[in-house]
């Protein structure tokens, strides 16, 4: 079997789908019948586990064994969940919620004759949010081969959106901006699109804001009135059943709301129960600072953009994705501040069947290369170093020869850096600082460079230490900022106070990060690598690993 697949492990929701036998993008259902599946674990005990919408229904009755929003926790430092004196990072159970997508999609495909009886899914692409640092990257990609999939890579969310709504492959030059809303993340990236060759501009977002935000406002006013009507010191969201009940309730209205201009809602309490009719315009105005969020974070993107080249007036099209933008007022808001039409096509799959298409597309370009290489007795390594070389002629020949999944050629993305990497050096003010040298927006592969001084006469080595941020100030007081990677440039010999240390850094579209110093008196040198992860070691991984095979995905 040749088939390759496209995953958007989302914060709130998440799907498979894969190109069907005409070539178009098809989500694969879920054992409920559904197209999208709760990104919702409940251990149930130490091998078994319950993904999805039954997992979901356990919020309301056995909360403490039920995890939710892990995609939150992906890459961050308190990325564990204690569950019966267990601890299960966030890359650990997103791999569980793969397995779900996984084994219900093997399912599927079987009982449509697409696959036989041993076959299984097995090379995807998964989507990330295009804020997404490296770490958290990383642990997307650690989700996917804890999960035992063979990850062929991991694009921005965004612009699997972009291609699936065939913004790619007609051979036209397009600017594409996409306001990406989901349940727990929110992204606005703006690239220009040139046949098959996707160059992003520029990128921004919060990966804290999405529409468990919104619920969460829904809540914050239910509690209110509660109070209000029952007393200051009733709170039924201190009963944690009460408050998980409510999280699946508000989920409901806010999307009644979507459709309807009224909904009636209610809030159960040991006082009593307190219920009304909600309009639209009330939850708008609950909401407005949420989505004016969007809007600030939006402004910014399009200064970035109009000073590279792509204001506003130059972009033809506004994409709206994720679940979470079907809400009125998200239209509503870049209509009347913006007078952009949006456009609003399938934000809930679109994701995953752009990702299918790129992985499709990855897969054909790849076979090819493999043949061509077999062709002249060559290693596919060793044809490609050529190819680079040679401008890319594999592609050109591949285009020539092959019409790919989503138009003729190979799909060619170009991405930028979503956050800033600098040096702790000491300031004017004799303060410990960061030093950007990269920032946030700089097309990848990305290198800067800055010289530096020594601090003390007789000095035998510096520590140079790098530091992840989303500021894009040329420094910032170093203070509460822990290094993200750290080398030492040991001097042949003692130098004078001032002796200038070039330092430069150059990260790579896979996330390697080079590190390079020189000192200027003896010309002592260090050269280091990185990968910018503080993910789990080899033997860590491994260990997840064998403890997952035992493990029953329901």
């Known amino acids: 079997m040749s088939l390759v697949f496209g995953i958007d492990l989302g914060t709130t929701y998440s799907c498979i789908a894969y190109i069907d036998a005409y070539g178009k993008p098809e989500v694969l259902k879920n054992s409920d019948g559904e197209l999208t599946t709760p990104s919702v674990v409940m251990i149930e005990s130490g091998d078994t586990v319950v993904v999805g919408a039954e997992a979901k229904r356990s919020l309301e009755i056995d909360a403490e064994r039920t995890i ?116 727990g993340t929110f992204d606005i990236t703006v690239m220009n699109i040139n046949g098959n060759e996707i160059s992003v501009i520029c990128t921004g977002g919060d990966d804290t804001l999405g529409g468990k935000n919104w619920d969460e406002a829904l809540i914050d006013y239910l509690v209110q009135k509660y109070q209000e009507k029952y007393g200051e010191d009733e709170d039924p969201t201190e009963d944690e059943d009460t408050l998980a009940a409510l999280y699946g309730q508000v989920e409901v209205w806010k999307k009644a709301l979507t459709a309807r201009k009224t909904v009636n809602i209610a809030v159960n309490g040991s006082a009593g129960r307190h219920k009304e009719t909600l309009a639209r315009e009330q939850f708008d105005d609950i909401t407005k600072n949420l989505l004016n969020r969007t809007k600030n974070l939006l402004d910014g993107v399009l200064r970035t953009s109009a000073e590279a080249g792509y204001p506003l007036e130059k972009i033809d099209k506004v994409l709206l994705v994720g679940g979470s933008s079907r809400m009125p007022q998200v239209a509503k808001m870049i209509e009347e501040d913006y007078h952009v039409t949006p456009m609003l096509q399938d934000p809930d799959e679109a994701v995953a069947k752009g990702a299918a298409i790129f992985a499709a597309n990855e897969k054909a370009f790849k076979d090819f290369v493999l043949s061509e290489a077999q062709k002249v007795g060559k290693t596919v390594e060793e044809l490609t170093e050529e190819n680079l070389a040679d401008g890319g002629k594999l592609e050109e020949k591949f285009a020539k020869l092959s019409a790919g999944a989503s138009g003729a050629g190979k799909l060619a993305i170009r991405n930028v850096l979503s956050r800033s990497y ?62 993200v990677a750290e080398a030492r440039l040991t001097f042949q010999a003692n130098v004078p106070k001032g002796t200038p240390v070039v330092i430069a850094l150059n990260l790579d579209g896979s996330g390697l990060l080079h590190v390079s110093a020189e000192e200027m008196y003896g010309h002592s040198k260090l050269e280091a690598e990185f990968r910018l992860t503080d993910q789990m070691s080899e033997e860590e991984k491994r260990k997840a690993m064998t403890r997952l095979k035992g493990v029953s995905v329901e």
């Open 422 to 483: 600098g040096v702790i050096a000491i300031d004017d003010d004799d303060k410990e600082a960061v030093f950007n040298l990269l920032k946030c927006n700089m097309p990848l592969p990305a290198k800067g460079t800055k010289t530096f001084g020594t601090y003390v006469d007789a000095q035998e080595c510096v520590d140079v230490q790098i530091c992840e941020s989303r500021s894009m100030e040329d420094s910032y007081l170093a203070e509460g900022h822990e290094p």
């Open 68 to 183: 939710q929003f892990v995609k939150r926790k992906m890459g961050k430092d308190d990325d564990k969940f204690l569950i019966d004196g267990r601890e299960y990072s966030a890359p650990e159970l997103s791999s569980l919620i793969l397995k779900k997508l996984v084994k219900d999609a093997n399912e599927d495909l079987r009982q449509a004759g697409v696959i036989k009886e041993g076959e299984e899914v097995k090379d995807v692409v998964i989507t990330c949010p295009a804020y997404f640092g490296i770490r958290e990257r990383e642990a997307t990609k650690l989700a996917g081969e804890m999960a035992g999939l063979n990850v062929l890579n991991i694009i921005n969310e965004p612009t699997a959106a972009a291609i699936s709504y065939g913004a790619t492959g007609d051979g036209k030059n397009e600017t594409v901006l996409v306001y990406d809303l989901g349940g």
